[in-house]
C-alpha cells in the first residue's frame, strides 16, 4: 500500500513539475509600454516619422512581408510629393496585360497596390523554409499590444535562457507566443536605413519609426475619425448646456 503511494506521489510530482515547466515555456512577456503620437483621443500621425518608417518597411521589411492594402498614392497622404511617390513606383515592375491580353511587365503607376516580394503564399514559405510572412497592411490592429507589440517584437530579440531547449531554425524572443520565431531579427543593427531627413538610424529609433508608418497604414482614416470625434463631443457638451439653461429658465417659476 506504501509502496503504491510512493509510485502515485512520484507521477503526480513529475506532471505538475512537467506542466509548471510547460507554462514557463508558454508565458510571453507583455509587451513594453510607449508613448505613440496616434494614441488617445488626440492622437494624430507624426508624417515625418511615417515616413522614415517607410524607409525602414521598403529598405528591409519589404524583402519578406507584402503590404496588399497599400497603394503608392496612399503615400501622398503621410507628406511623400507626387513626383517622389511617382518615381518609386516607376522603379517598381508590376504584372500586367497589354491591349492584346499578352502578359507583361510594366514599370509602376501611383494607382497599384505596394509590389509584394512574392508572387504567392507558396513562394513566400518556400523562401522561408515553410514559415509564412504576414502581410503587414493591417498587423499593428491584428496583434493585441498594436504598436506596442509589434516594437516589443522588432526590438526583443536576444539570447535564449539556459531552460529554453534550442528550436531549429527559429530565433529567441520571449515577446513572441512559444518565444521562438522563424524571422530573423530584422533591425539587427544600427545604420542599417540612412533617413532622408539626416535622423539616426538607431535601432529603437527604426523600431518607433516603422510602427507609425505600420500605424498609419492600418487605420489611415484615424486622424479624421479623432477629430471628428472631438468636434462631435464639444457639440454636445454645448448643446447640453444650452439645454440646461434652457430648462432653467422656462421654469424658474415653477414652486416645487
Not at 13 to 33: G, I, M, W, Y
Request: charged share 20%; aromatic share 10%.
Amino acid at each position: 500500500m506504501l509502496r503504491n503511494l510512493s509510485v502515485l506521489t512520484a507521477l503526480a510530482l513529475c506532471v505538475f513539475l512537467n506542466t509548471a515547466a510547460s507554462a514557463r515555456a508558454d508565458e510571453t512577456e507583455h509587451p513594453k509600454q510607449l508613448a505613440w503620437p496616434f494614441n488617445g483621443m488626440t492622437g494624430y500621425v507624426d508624417k515625418a516619422a511615417a515616413q522614415r518608417g517607410f524607409q525602414v518597411y521598403s529598405n528591409i521589411c519589404s524583402n519578406c512581408h507584402s503590404m496588399n492594402r497599400i497603394a503608392y498614392r496612399n503615400l501622398l497622404d503621410i507628406g511623400f510629393s507626387e513626383n517622389e511617390v511617382k518615381a518609386l513606383a516607376a522603379s517598381k515592375l508590376v504584372a500586367d496585360f497589354d491591349d492584346k491580353g499578352q502578359a507583361i511587365m510594366r514599370p509602376g503607376k501611383l494607382s497599384d497596390n505596394l509590389v509584394a516580394p512574392f508572387p504567392n503564399e507558396d513562394a513566400a514559405r518556400a523562401a522561408h523554409d515553410g514559415a509564412y510572412p504576414p502581410d503587414l497592411s493591417l498587423i499593428v490592429k491584428a496583434r493585441h499590444g498594436g504598436g506596442d507589440y509589434v516594437y516589443s517584437i522588432l526590438t526583443g530579440f536576444t539570447t535564449a535562457p539556459a531552460d529554453e531547449k534550442p528550436v531549429a531554425n527559429k530565433y529567441y524572443n520571449p515577446y513572441y507566443p512559444n518565444h521562438w520565431i522563424s524571422m530573423p531579427p530584422p533591425l539587427a543593427s544600427e545604420g542599417m536605413v540612412t533617413y532622408q531627413d539626416g535622423t539616426p538610424a538607431t535601432v529603437d529609433q527604426m523600431a518607433k519609426d516603422v510602427v507609425v508608418y505600420l500605424q498609419w497604414a492600418a487605420e489611415p482614416e484615424m486622424e479624421a475619425r479623432k477629430q471628428l470625434g472631438l468636434k462631435v463631443l464639444i457639440f454636445l457638451g454645448i448643446f447640453t448646456t444650452l439645454l440646461y439653461l434652457a430648462k432653467r429658465r422656462i421654469w424658474r417659476n415653477v414652486k416645487h
